[in-house]
């Protein structure tokens, strides 16, 4: 039997097997060090050695496993199923609607906790590896943490979590969530790769039991260092091939922070099913109430696969979006990325007015299912990303604002869904773009150097060059080099409000449209927006929580979307930004509204490393992107 479960007699025995069995030392923060020396899948440890497995079951929430240096470089190959019916917290709708996260059955898992798990392999150079090794035959994930998981240095490869029908009771299936790791907590990887793993869901359309995270799904999610590649989400309804992260949908204030990915690369994974999101990473950001950020620094974001699964007809409404980064919720924010061939394919199609495609690259919602806010992107590459083979690097979905901060390159820009101008939040400028540096239309082979590309050694992509070995970086080149200039950047957006709108004499549009006829006359044409006729009265109402809902509003929806289908690409591919709507200060139309702006200043300097590691250039010029040449 496990040590802690040793009678009270037993306990000064305990303690002296603890240091001659276990290996036992001080784990710092008042825990201890087990140490595992064997690299046998085995309930109890041998006589004279520790497996990861009895570790695992003896670790108290502050202790900490670690590995024999005899171990380095090995992998355990783990063929028991710890725990068949894996407890984790999931969502929960009551007849269809959002009732909150309660305790499912993510079924079969390797190894399995109930606490807070610290597993530190940093002290073996070349890692150790985690691998299930059960096959087909036998389907696990790797590892479920119902609590935080803090890891080091080590491969997971190899899971497979399956959506199986439970007899009797609510729940029909089991959650296929997180083929590799499933945490509900925080997990914070270190120098981890995420390998190979896989969920396959099952084939019935359901609010609650979609198949999330062919690599990892999480509450929380801090990565450093890591490669997430090769892994597939696969079902009726699938999401984050790579990643899925929650975002904290447990956080007691509604806001946060929760899910950041730093010098990691999330390459050649995919999702298959009728409704597809996110090849690489999809973040919810939290859920309903709750506006957390996923913050993406210095990551390498490639190759990812969105597309249709060949067992599913197209029955009802099918969807496709975000082969690189879908966001379901909450907030993105994107420093220093390489964003480059991800691809989204299947059957285009328009539902409820919105189109079922989108983002061959990054892709935010479409419509009301989720709330959306920002996006702040700097110092980017977004290239070669394809939709149906067409390019397509960025689609804004219906975010509230897209802010750039300088400096991006990027092909094609779609903001043909980015929410209609809201007058009371002081933001009739949606499209904070362009900024000092930016430009778009920029090609594959105008911004990366196809033939400087660094593979990982044993993660076989799935994504768009399945079969071989995953992409971790790209090396900048032409447009992409010593763009950045060293020291201090400062970026100002423009915020535009108005007060007094939303009656019968609301003449908001009319003397929008006379500006642009002032600013853009010469390319638009002197006479431009007179097919509108008057536009006086159609005007924004609230309330500013539910606006979309309120059938008022549908002639002011109307009137931006007309207005951005008649401007066509003749204002680039940003249409009315920061340039137009600068040109605004405090005015008065002639029916009374008040329009006032203001400008915001944001100032950051440069990222002082690349994806490697590497120095950047102090007080020279920066590569944009994730990697310093």
């Known amino acids: 039997m496990s040590l802690r479960r040793m009678p009270a007699a037993s306990a000064g025995l305990a303690a002296v097997l603890s240091l001659l069995v276990c290996g036992c030392g001080s784990g710092g923060g008042g825990g201890r060090a087990i140490v595992v020396d064997s690299l046998a899948d085995e309930p109890l440890p041998a006589r004279g050695g520790m497996t990861l497995r009895a570790a695992l079951d003896q670790a108290q929430p502050n202790d900490t496993i670690t590995f024999d240096r005899s171990l380095n470089g090995g992998t355990i190959r783990l063929t028991i199923i710890g725990e ?39 002290n073996l150079p070349d890692g150790i590896t985690l691998e299930w090794a059960g096959g087909d035959t036998s389907k696990a994930r790797v590892l479920a943490v119902y609590g935080n998981l803090t890891m080091s240095n080590v491969t997971v490869r190899g899971g497979h979590s399956e959506a199986v029908a439970i007899a009797g009771g609510s729940q029909p299936f089991t959650l296929a969530r997180g083929g590799g790791l499933a945490v509900w907590g925080t997990a914070r990887l270190d120098r981890c790769a995420i390998i190979n793993n896989r969920c396959t869901g099952d084939p019935n359309a359901s609010r609650d039991r979609g198949t999330y995270g062919g690599g990892i799904y999480a509450n929380g999610l801090e990565l450093t260092s890591c490669v997430v590649s090769g892994n597939m989400a696969e079902g009726y309804g699938a999401a984050g091939g790579g990643i899925y992260s929650v975002g904290g ?20 994974n995919r999702v298959a099913a009728q409704h597809a999101y996110g090849g690489g990473i999809f973040t919810l950001s939290g859920g309903p109430m709750n506006l957390a950020t996923m913050t993406l620094t210095n990551c390498t974001i490639a190759r990812n696969l969105v597309e249709d699964h060949p067992e599913f007809p197209q029955a009802g409404q099918y969807y496709y979006r975000g082969g690189g980064v879908y966001m379901g919720g909450g907030s993105l924010t994107v420093v220093s990325c390489t964003i480059a061939e991800n691809a989204v394919t299947g059957y285009p199609a328009t539902f409820s007015g919105k189109p079922n495609m989108g983002g061959g690259g990054v892709c935010a919602t479409i419509g009301n299912a989720h709330v959306v806010e920002n996006v702040r992107v700097r110092n980017t590459i977004a290239v070669g990303n394809t939709l149906n083979g067409q390019n397509e690097d960025w689609f804004a979905g219906s975010i509230l604002a897209f802010y750039s901060e300088g400096y991006n390159l990027f092909g094609k820009l779609d903001f043909s869904q980015i929410l209609v101008p809201v007058p009371e939040w002081n933001d009739l400028d949606r499209k904070h773009y362009p900024k000092q540096g930016d430009r778009d239309g920029v090609t594959l082979a105008e911004a990366l150097d196809p033939g400087d590309i660094a593979r990982h050694p044993t993660a076989v992509s799935i994504g768009t060059d399945s079969g071989m070995n995953a992409v971790t970086w790209y090396a900048p080149a032409g447009e992409a080099i010593n ?51 008057d536009m006086k009265g159609v005007g924004w109402h609230g309330p500013r929580e539910t606006w979309p809902t309120n059938p008022e509003n549908a002639a002011w929806v109307k009137f931006w979307r007309d207005l951005d289908a008649e401007i066509g690409g003749r204002l680039g591919q940003v249409g009315l930004g920061d340039d137009f709507w600068s040109t605004f200060g405090s005015e008065t139309t002639e029916s009374g509204l008040l329009i006032g702006s203001s400008r915001e200043t944001l100032s950051y300097y440069p990222i002082a490393t690349d994806q490697r590691g590497m120095a950047r250039p102090r007080g020279g010029m920066y590569d944009v992107g994730a990697i310093e040449r």
């Open 249 to 268: 949908a447990d956080s007691a204030t509604g806001v946060g922070n929760n899910t950041n990915i730093s010098g990691s690369a999330i390459t050649g």
């Open 84 to 122: 068949a019916h894996s407890t984790l917290l999931g969502e929960v709708y009551t007849a269809n609607v959002f009732d909150g996260y309660h305790e499912r059955d993510y079924g079969a898992s390797a190894l399995y906790a109930r606490k807070d798990v610290k597993i530190d392999a940093s």
């Open 483 to 533: 763009r950045i200039p060293g020291g201090r950047k400062v970026t100002e957006h423009v915020r535009v409000g108005c007060t007094g709108y939303g009656g019968p004499e609301d003449d908001l549009i009319n003397f929008v449209l006379a500006r642009i006829r002032t600013v853009y006359g010469a390319t638009l044409g002197p006479n431009f927006g007179a097919g509108f006729g």
